[in-house]
Structures are given as structure tokens and as C-alpha cells.
């Protein structure tokens, strides 16, 4: 009944008119189709296909909302597809737990199911004396967060390794690593389609209400819903009422939970966008590295650095671009300018030639953009993931994940395991 419901939908979509003082609101709403379920995992970002099969190994039923036509087409496909060791991040923060837990069992995940991984190692390096304290304090950090491995270099020791590289000093990071995330999402969307997951596309949670202590979810198709928003909120075609909701809706995560009517306004952190571009290395059959390299980190990431894709490519970025006034439409339905601009270049070759001197010019190519939701705005010191239950909100099977960026992607069945252990009753 539900699969039939769910793919009726398509067909079955009404762009009537609702406004909140209108007369026939509720009797309109009264006959919008209704289907209680049992898990409805909202996203299908890395992060929201991880959590929906570590629910479905767990024997529960589940479903995915994705409002893109397929999956991963945010966040999760636009980054520099790293396996971080666990090394940044404040000691205890959830981005420590979840970061190191988590590049364990996803170096497991992809050597048990045959997804390409490389564990190639990284080089954090200072490239002047003014910023070894800063190395040194990342160091620590690394350490009491359990990260056993980390090797502090002289320069001339990191240079041998790297003939490319100039620095002064540098941090070896043996366990970091890359990953295929597509064929990673690929591989986890399998699994979980094998133990009673289903996956719609090209639908929109559009809002939802709490009614007896349980969220009734608004679900809408994407055909009109853009034209349709700019007027009136439109009437749902379904409404889903599951016994767990697990917002995993990245970007778009805050912008849907203010759509949550009967959810306190005040526990919904404002999100921060901070777009970054990334370019590629041209003209070059061999990469310059063999490790990832990457500068001590800059206010909004960890700096424009080098990462290497399964295939070989080379790649420098992501940059720092704060993007403000985004309304909540273009949220919902993952409306960013993802475009490079060409010009934007000129930006990385010096920032790139404080560790890379022989950069040649004109061997950038625009690469691809992606956008981090951050919690904390610029100039303000990185906030932790916040995953926010009912402890907090007070709204009982209701899981919010808020501020999931780097290291999101090695964090991501850490958080699943997470979910699962916390808030399956």
C-alpha cells in the first residue's frame, strides 16, 4: 500500500492553494492520503544512506526522500572524497568520536565490499616558523583523540618524501586516505535496498507537524513545487507518519525543521553556507604528490590543498566563499550555483605556491564547486556536528542532524551506528 501510495504520488500531486488563514485548510488536509510507516530517513547524501541501512540491518523497514533524481548529488559528491584520520577536531566533540570510529569502519566497509580506497597518507605542513606552533597544537590534537600514528617531520624530511613540496616542517598523517564516494554511496544504497529500504527520488519533504508527539511529514513531487512555493505553500500529496524521522537533509537540514510546525523555533541553529571551488591540475601525466598535502587550516577549512582522486587527478581546493541570503526554497531544493569561474584561479596560485613553488601558470583548470552548512558563522571558531533528539526538543522519533560537513563523508556510518544504538526504541 505505501509503495503504491508513494509512486501514485506522481500522478497524483495538487497544487491547491493553502494559506493559513484559508477556510478550507483543514478540511483539504483532512483528505490528503495518510500511511504510517516505520523509518523515514530524509536525504540521501552519504550521510542519509548510512544511516538508512545501519537502520535497515537493524530489521527495520525504511524509507529515503530524496528531492534530487538521484542520490548524492550535494554535499556529498561535491568534496575532496578524503578519509581524515580524525586529526582537527576539538577532543570529545562528536566530530573526534564519529571521525575516528568512523574511517575504521569505513576502511572495513570498503575493503569487505570491494569499493575503491587508497590509504595513501597526508602531509600537513608549515611552510614558515610562524606557523609550527600551530602544528604542534594540531598534533596534540590528533593524539588525544586516539589518532596513534601521527609522525612530526623536519622539512628536509618531508621534502624527501615529496620532492615537490617546500615547508619547514610537516605532519605525517599515515592513515588518511581517498575514496570512491560514489561507488561507496552505490554500495551502501545496495545493501540497504536488499534489507527493506526504498529509495524515491525527485520527492520533497516539504514540511510536517507534530500531532500526539509524532511528526506527521508533508511529502510533495518536485514537478511545480518551486513555481508552486513562491505563491502559497502547497498542499502535500501524502502524508507519512513514521515512528522515527531522521532529518539527514544536509544543506537544506535547518530550512526543513523550521517547516516542522510544533518544533520549538528555538532549538533550530541558523545554518552558514561556505562555498568552495576546486580546480584542477593540467598538462601533466604524473602527479607532482604521492601523499595529500594540505597547509595549516584557514578560517572556514583546512585550506586550499591537494588531494588525489582514485583515477590519479589532482586536484587543489576547496576555497572559502560565505554565501548569504539563501531563502529556504533554494535549500529545499538544492538551488546553488556550483559554477567555477575560471578567473577565480588567480586566487589559488599563491596560496598553492607557499607549499608548490613550481605551480606553472595557466595549469589550473575549473574543477567543480560544493557548499559546507556550517553552524558558526566566519571568523568564529568551527562548531561540532549536532545531532539533536528528543533530550532536546522535546518531539518523541524525531532525529535532526544538523552541520554535517567535513568529515561528514568518514564520519558517515559512525553516525549511522550512532543513530541506531540511540534512538531505535
Keep these: 500500500m505505501l509503495r503504491f501510495a508513494l509512486r501514485t504520488l506522481k500522478n497524483s500531486i495538487r497544487s491547491v492553494p493553502l494559506c493559513a488563514g484559508s477556510k478550507n485548510f483543514s478540511t483539504n488536509f483532512d483528505k490528503i492520503p495518510k500511511e504510517t510507516v516505520d523509518c523515514v ?47 582537527y577536531y576539538r577532543p570529545k566533540s562528536f566530530k573526534a568520536i564519529f571521525c575516528v570510529r568512523g574511517k575504521e569502519l569505513l576502511y572495513k566497509y ?50 624527501q618524501m615529496e620532492p615537490e613540496l617546500q615547508c619547514t616542517k610537516a ?3 599515515p592513515s588518511t586516505g ?48 518551486e513555481k508552486s512555493f513562491e505563491k502559497f505553500p502547497l498542499q502535500p500529496g501524502l502524508i507519512l507518519i513514521p515512528k522515527l524521522v531522521v532529518n539527514s537533509a544536509g544543506l537544506s537540514a535547518s530550512s526543513l525543521a523550521k517547516r516542522f510546525v510544533g518544533l520549538p523555533s528555538g532549538v533550530i541553529p541558523p545554518t ?3 562555498r568552495g571551488c576546486y580546480f584542477t591540475l593540467s598538462n601533466t601525466r604524473v602527479s607532482p604528490f604521492k601523499h595529500l598535502i594540505y597547509p595549516i587550516p584557514e578560517d572556514g577549512g583546512f585550506g586550499v590543498h591537494v588531494t588525489l582522486d582514485i583515477n590519479g587527478r589532482v586536484k587543489f581546493g576547496p576555497d572559502v566563499e560565505w554565501i548569504n541570503d539563501v531563502d529556504d526554497i ?4 538544492n538551488k546553488f550555483d556550483y559554477s ?27 574543477g567543480y564547486a560544493g557548499i559546507r552548512p556550517k553552524l558558526t558563522a566566519p571568523r568564529q571558531s568551527p562548531a561540532d556536528f549536532f545531532v539533536q533528539g528528543e533530550d532536546i526538543h522535546g518531539v518523541n522519533g524525531l532525529v535532526n542532524l544538523f552541520g554535517i560537513e567535513s568529515p561528514g563523508l568518514t564520519s558517515s556510518m559512525a553516525i549511522a551506528e550512532y543513530i541506531a544504538a540511540n534512538f531505535l526504541k
Design 41 to 87: 530517513v530524509i536525504g540521501a547524501g552519504v550521510v542519509g544512506i548510512a544511516v538508512a541501512r545501519e537502520l535497515a540491518l537493524k530489521g527495520r523497514e525504511v524509507l529515503v526522500i530524496e528531492s534530487a533524481s538521484t542520490f548524492g548529488t550535494g554535499t556529498s559528491s561535491r568534496n575532496s572524497e578524503v578519509i581524515h584520520a580524525g586529526i
Design 110 to 159: 570498503c575493503s569487505d565490499h570491494g569499493v575503491p580506497h587508497k590509504q595513501i597518507g597526508k602531509l600537513i605542513v608549515a611552510t614558515g616558523s610562524s606557523e609550527i606552533p600551530k602544528l604542534n597544537n594540531i598534533l596534540c590534537h590528533g593524539i588525544e583523540n586516539g589518532v596513534s600514528d601521527l609522525r612530526m617531520m623536519e622539512g628536509f624530511e618531508a621534502m
Design 171 to 173: 605532519l605525517l598523517s
Design 178 to 225: 581517498i575514496v570512491d564516494s560514489h561507488s561507496l554511496m552505490l554500495s551502501l544504497i545496495g545493501e540497504a535496498e536488499n534489507h527493506r529500504t526504498s529509495f524515491f527520488y525527485n520527492t520533497t519533504v516539504i514540511g510536517g507537524h507534530l500531532e500526539g508527539n509524532h511528526m506527521h511529514l508533508y511529502i510533495a513531487e518536485n514537478k511545480d513545487l
Design 272 to 274: 552558514h553556507y561556505a
Design 330 to 333: 533554494s535549500s529545499l531544493l
Design 340 to 366: 567555477v569561474s575560471a578567473d577565480r584561479a588567480q586566487s589559488f596560485y599563491p596560496k598553492i605556491r607557499r607549499y608548490y613553488p613550481n605551480l606553472k601558470d595557466g595549469s589550473l583548470e575549473p
